[in-house]
């Protein structure tokens, strides 16, 4: 259909490129390392944790580029935005900073049941988050 599909400029491009790159490590990287855990245990008692502590020092920065694109993508396109979109962008927010509570709590605890509860929580709000961004880019 004429005039519908358009390339996004280069700014535009820049900032959801960046966006979505580091929602694949956050939210790609909990993924792959919940699966992994089970034969990361065959390796040895440890290579959890090792594995885990790898992962951290990708997984922070990857967040803290969530939260500066993500308000540059609020910048960007929020400012024509309606009731429905703001409320989505509300909850948005709210799962975000969820997510990031519970990693956060996630790697601190020593307890397995909360390890289990907090990883549980922090990758089903960062995929709730995926999936309302998706909506948000309309
Ligand atoms: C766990 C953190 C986050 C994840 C996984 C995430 C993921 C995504 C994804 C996958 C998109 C769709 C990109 C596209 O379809 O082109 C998106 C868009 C968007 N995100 Fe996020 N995001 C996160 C954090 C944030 C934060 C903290 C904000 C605001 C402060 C935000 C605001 C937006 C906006 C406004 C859009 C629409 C951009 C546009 O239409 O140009 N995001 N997000």
Known sequence: MLGTAHLAG?????????HVLAAAVWVGGQVTLAGLVPAARKVGPEAPRTLARAFARLQWPA?????????WNVGAVGSDAHGAWQAVLGAKIAVVLLSGL????????????????????AGTSSVAALVMGVFLAG
């Open 102 to 121: 519970a990693a956060g709590l996630h790697t601190r605890t020593r307890s397995r049941r909360a390890l289990a509860v907090w990883g549980a929580v």
């Open 10 to 18: 280069a700014l535009d491009g820049l900032r959801l490129s960046l």
């Open 63 to 71: 967040y803290a580029v969530l939260l500066a694109t993500g308000v």
